[in-house]
């Protein structure tokens, strides 16, 4: 789910007091915060987040693309919402960003991806809803280089995965966008939750390459969902007539 920015500086205060404990013996990464600095290997966690607000928001003076994590973006003032997600390295993963309650579109319509401080990364503004269109399936990609993050890439497919479906409409041709009027939230009967299918390219600390996008990448037509077929009736029985 996403949460108001203004809680967003208690999770990370509290963050740092959970990352004085101890990790799991697969994780060795103790950073919990995603505006803090880390190095990773394969299979350990890593916390990042996703902003949610207005393309304009996270442009410092109109004109530098600033990472959320920087205090010269208003982001708490705008009514901005976070989520934030700790994947194991190297593995595909599917991250939901449950909209039951929360219509993006009501502040700003766009998301960053985001982590880092002093490392800062960020993505640019994906596209996420307005009052006409939703787009519902992203592919997000963590590129390290030895155990540093420096990019965050939003995948497109062209249109690929909705090509041929009248239901389906394909906004600037890279982004299949239901209408939004079709959305639960807004009355309509398809759960509009957002789904990202999130993998990982570089290498990590120990400069193994990260090969979870590579793994995917000839499959970018098809989602998740048809990728694991035995989480399709459980995640997507309410977009079966879209299929």
């Given at each position: 789910?996403?949460?108001?920015?203004?809680?967003?500086?208690?999770?990370?205060?509290?963050?740092?007091?959970?990352?004085?404990?101890?990790?799991?013996?697969?994780d060795?990464?103790?950073?919990f915060?995603?505006?803090?600095?880390?190095?990773?290997?394969?299979?350990?966690?890593f916390?990042?987040?996703?902003?949610?607000?207005?393309?304009?928001?996270?442009?410092?003076?109109?004109?530098?693309?600033?990472?959320?994590?920087?205090?010269?973006?208003?982001?708490?003032?705008?009514?901005?919402?976070?989520?934030?997600?700790?994947?194991?390295?190297?593995e595909?993963?599917?991250?939901?960003?449950?909209t039951?309650s929360?219509?993006p579109?009501?502040?700003?319509g766009?998301?960053?991806?985001?982590?880092?401080?002093?490392?800062?990364?960020?993505s640019?503004?994906?596209?996420?809803?307005?009052?006409?269109?939703?787009?519902?399936?992203f592919?997000?990609?963590?590129?390290?280089?030895?155990?540093?993050?420096?990019?965050?890439?939003?995948?497109r497919?062209?249109?690929?995965?909705?090509?041929?479906s009248?239901?389906?409409?394909?906004?600037?041709?890279?982004?299949c966008?239901?209408r939004?009027?079709?959305?639960?939230?807004?009355?309509g009967?398809?759960?509009?939750?957002i789904?990202?299918?999130?993998t990982?390219?570089?290498?990590?600390?120990?400069e193994r390459?990260?090969?979870?996008?590579?793994e995917v990448?000839n499959?970018?037509?098809?989602?998740?969902?048809?990728?694991?077929a035995?989480?399709?009736?459980?995640?997507?029985?309410?977009?079966n007539?879209?299929?």
């Amino acid at each position: 789910m996403a949460i108001p920015w203004a809680w967003f500086a208690i999770l990370v205060a509290f963050s740092g007091i959970l990352s004085t404990g101890e990790s799991s013996s697969s994780d060795t990464n103790t950073v919990f915060s995603p505006c803090s600095d880390t190095l990773v290997q394969r299979s350990d966690g890593f916390t990042f987040g996703i902003a949610f607000s207005a393309r304009t928001s996270f442009l410092f003076n109109n004109s530098v693309e600033l990472s959320p994590c920087d205090h010269r973006l208003s982001l708490s003032s705008s009514g901005s919402q976070i989520s934030v997600f700790r994947p194991r390295v190297d593995e595909i993963s599917l991250l939901t960003v449950n909209t039951s309650s929360f219509q993006p579109d009501s502040v700003g319509g766009y998301m960053v991806a985001f982590a880092g401080r002093r490392y800062a990364a960020r993505s640019v503004p994906a596209f996420v809803a307005n009052g006409t269109y939703t787009v519902t399936s992203f592919t997000l990609v963590l590129d390290f280089r030895k155990g540093r993050l420096q990019n965050l890439f939003f995948k497109r497919d062209g249109c690929a995965s909705c090509s041929g479906s009248s239901n389906f409409v394909c906004l600037n041709n890279q982004d299949c966008a239901i209408r939004s009027s079709n959305c639960r939230n807004r009355g309509g009967s398809v759960d509009c939750s957002i789904g990202i299918q999130l993998t990982f390219s570089g290498t990590d600390r120990h400069e193994r390459v990260l090969n979870s996008w590579y793994e995917v990448q000839n499959l970018r037509q098809y989602s998740l969902f048809g990728l694991y077929a035995n989480l399709r009736d459980a995640l997507t029985s309410q977009y079966n007539r879209f299929f």
